[in-house]
């Protein structure tokens, strides 16, 4: 079965640094980019960027670009979102998919989605 | 505020067609394809229609996508109680080289 199973939630204070993973299964992961979606409490879908495992190459939706970093390790076939120091306004689920091409949206599957509190 | 703009709010009765718009430019829509998502209460998003108007296995025919310029629709048709959710479509575009979305239809089956 082909599917990406993502990290536990977190909670986290102002400040802080903050790593979520995606790991995926059942497909070659080289072979297909991971993009991460955001969501914010009651709110839409926002796209905030992309990477192919296979060489790492990397990019960004111009909204996100300088917040978050997003990595992968093909070897354990896990993809990265991280933060160097959490925001209040970082507060949403994040989500991790699996898309065909690099100019298009995602696909499927998607992963189950990971929750991230950041609260003082 | 959403690139791509959809309304907030569609109903139906069982059994009844329901469509759902999402209106872009031609950076996005007028010159790329649509993609559809089904968010279930609580649920991660699902790809319900692909390059405007395919299906991934295991979604049924009741469902169904359509491009005409820089506008898009869902069709669903049959409705049921379970495709109570929130319906969004995407798609990449060229000037602002990002994956668009628009803000989402809640869609409730009276």
């Known amino acids: 079965e082909v599917q990406l199973v993502q990290s536990g939630a977190e909670v986290k204070k102002p400040g802080e640094s903050l790593k979520i993973s995606c790991k995926g299964s059942?497909?070659?992961?080289?072979?297909?980019?991971i993009g991460w979606v955001r969501q914010m409490p009651g709110k839409g879908l926002e796209w905030m960027g992309i990477i192919y495992p296979g060489d790492s190459d990397t990019r960004y939706s111009p909204s996100f670009q300088g917040q978050v970093t997003i990595s992968a390790d093909k070897s354990i076939s896990t993809a990265y979102l991280q933060w160097s120091s959490l925001k209040a306004s970082d507060t949403a689920m994040y989500y991790c998919?699996?898309?065909?091409?690099?100019?298009?949206?995602?696909?499927?599957?998607w992963g189950q989605g990971t929750l991230v509190t950041v609260s003082s | 505020q959403s690139v791509l703009t959809q309304p907030p709010s569609a109903s139906g009765t069982p059994g009844q067609r329901v469509t759902i718009s999402c209106s872009g430019s031609?950076?996005?829509?007028?010159?790329?394809?649509v993609y559809w998502y089904q968010q279930l209460p609580g649920t991660a998003p699902k790809l319900l229609i692909y390059?405007?108007?395919q299906r991934p296995s295991g979604v049924p025919d009741r469902f169904s996508g359509s491009k005409s310029g820089t506008s898009a629709s869902l069709a669903i048709s049959g409705l049921r109680s379970e495709d109570e959710a929130d319906y969004y479509c995407?798609?990449?575009?060229?000037?602002?080289?990002?994956?668009?979305f628009g803000g989402g239809t809640k869609l409730t089956v009276l």
């Open positions: 998919a699996r898309h065909k091409g690099l100019r298009a949206p995602a696909t499927d599957p």
């Open positions: 031609s950076s996005n829509i007028g010159s790329n394809y």
């Open positions: 390059r405007n108007n």
């Open positions: 995407a798609a990449w575009d060229d000037s602002l080289s990002d994956v668009v």
């Open positions: 059942g497909y070659s992961f080289t072979s297909y980019w």
